[in-house]
């Protein structure tokens, strides 16, 4: 009797030393090929790393579904939006000509870009779904300069992990990892089903995200910044969202 | 479904599309017009949290049970129903049983009977795999990687409504599996399920 207490203690223990390791390694290998999202930490931790960490290597390169232009639902719906600023209103009544992109951060040419000057880069286009997090969605064409055009001019730094963006709207941000900022379709949208992108729509200039529900596609875009930490801004969870409760990676 | 009581069919549905059908609920919100005056407080950051995380543990313990039931033989030898039990004559006397509450023989209730049989042969291999299919079906990013999985439910909203009624089979489950172990004498079948082992002779059988 006691020897099999015995054997079986040993090999529980074992067992017991080897998953603890296990899970070691494998947290250090996701911590080292970027698979921890900002918001790992609390009681929901480990469900938020678990679908971060299996999208991420499922979909790292994926295009989100594109639709025919019959698609497109008439009219997009408009989501509600704050009250304009004093200073948004101020923008909008000079047809936004004053608007203005500042980009800074680990880039080697931090840069302050107009609406005309994003323009003046090759113009694309999308059909998309955007999506919401309550269950609503409808699709749309949007127009825009891809990210990552906009990252190049500015010359993102090798050390960098996510890029941060800043709406006109108070305590309004969210950031993304490289894998996001870099793939074709994240857009600064400009355009919306062929003509201007509306102010109800985020206009004059939204992030688009179609790989991840509507709350990442961030309206009034108004300031980027490239970074190898979100530790630093708010209170280190990667966005606002997670201040409020919701989760920093929305690819769902 | 507080945050949005409405369903659609196909790729996309808003406030400005008609429905398929709406929950006759308040919403948390209050640009959905629910004929309600007031709207709910907002739930969704928590409890989808929730959800991706029992979400995740039911996938992790049902690939386990998965993989043991096929190499333990549980699926075939204690589910899977016999071939005298797959004829009509059967299966409706093993109904008409059951619609009389008659109680299993001593014999009986140490097996499971055919109803019990395909009911869980269904939960574990028609709806589980549904409403795993379903959900992933509504990732914008998981359908990036594997489109057809929501092209063939006919659009992202469709995998919505679905999911809503396979969630609600499945709740439906648990409530008459609860209803019927009670039925059955409670401790002793909680402590068989837990345990495998039957400790004490059946009560209330």
């Not at chain 1, 040419?109 to 998309?128: C, E, G, N, V």
């Not at chain 2, 059908?21 to 409890?47: C, E, M």
């Not at chain 2, 049902?62 to 190499?71: H, K």
């Not at chain 2, 990732?139 to 809503?164: D, E, Y």
Request: charged share 15%; glycine share 10%.
């Amino acid at each position: 009797m006691s020897k099999i207490s015995r054997r079986k203690l040993i090999t529980t223990g074992l067992t017991a030393a080897a998953g603890v390791a296990g899970l070691g390694v494998a947290a250090g290998l996701a911590q080292k090929y970027g698979l921890i999202p900002p918001d790992h930490s609390g009681i929901w931790g480990l469900g938020e790393t678990l679908t971060y960490a299996s999208q991420r290597l499922l979909t790292r390169h994926s295009l989100a579904r594109e639709f025919p232009r019959s698609q497109i639902s008439k009219p997009p719906f408009p989501n509600e939006i704050e009250p304009p600023t004093e200073e948004f209103k101020r923008l909008q009544a000079g047809r936004f000509a004053d608007w203005r992109l500042s980009v800074n951060g680990m880039v080697a040419r931090p840069a302050t870009f107009s609406i005309d000057q994003l323009k003046s880069y090759p113009s694309h286009s999308q059909i998309t779904m955007l999506q919401c997090e309550e269950g609503w969605s409808y699709i749309a064409e949007w127009i825009g300069v891809p990210l990552s055009h906009v990252l190049n001019v500015v010359g993102v730094l090798p050390q960098a992990r996510y890029v941060a963006y800043f709406s006109i709207e108070p305590d309004t941000w969210e950031s993304i990892d490289m894998a996001d900022a870099l793939h074709p379709q994240t857009f600064l949208t400009y355009g919306m089903n062929g003509g201007e992108l509306p102010v109800a729509h985020g206009g004059p200039l939204r992030l688009r995200l179609p790989r991840q529900v509507g709350y990442k596609s961030v309206k009034f875009i108004t300031h980027l910044t490239v970074t190898d930490s979100m530790k630093g801004f708010g209170k280190g969870l990667g966005s606002a969202a997670p201040e409020f409760g919701y989760a920093w990676y929305a690819g769902i | 479904m507080i945050s949005h009581p409405r369903f659609y069919w196909g790729e996309t549905g808003n406030d400005l599309t008609p429905t398929l059908f709406k929950l006759p609920i308040p919403a948390s919100r209050h640009l959905v017009p629910t004929g309600y005056g007031y709207v709910l407080p907002d739930q969704n950051g928590w409890s989808r949290y929730l959800h991706f995380q029992a979400a995740w543990v039911v996938i992790l313990t049902g690939l386990l049970y998965a993989i043991f039931g096929f190499l333990t033989g549980h699926f075939r030898k204690n589910l899977l129903p016999g071939n005298a039990d797959l004829s009509w004559r059967a299966l409706t006397k093993a109904i008409a049983g059951h619609l009389r509450f008659e109680r299993p023989t001593e014999a009986e209730a140490w097996s499971y009977n055919l109803i019990q049989r395909l009911a869980y042969l269904f939960v574990i291999f028609v709806l589980f795999p549904l409403v795993i299919w379903t959900g992933l079906a509504m990732s914008p990013a998981f359908v990036s990687a594997f489109p057809a999985t929501v092209n063939v439910l006919g659009g992202q909203q469709s995998a919505r409504t679905l999911h809503f009624f396979v969630s609600l089979a499945l709740v439906l489950f648990v409530l008459v599996h609860i209803g019927m172990v009670w039925f059955a004498g409670f401790r002793s079948r909680v402590w068989a399920m837990i345990t495998g082992r039957v400790s004490r002779p059946m009560e209330r059988i």
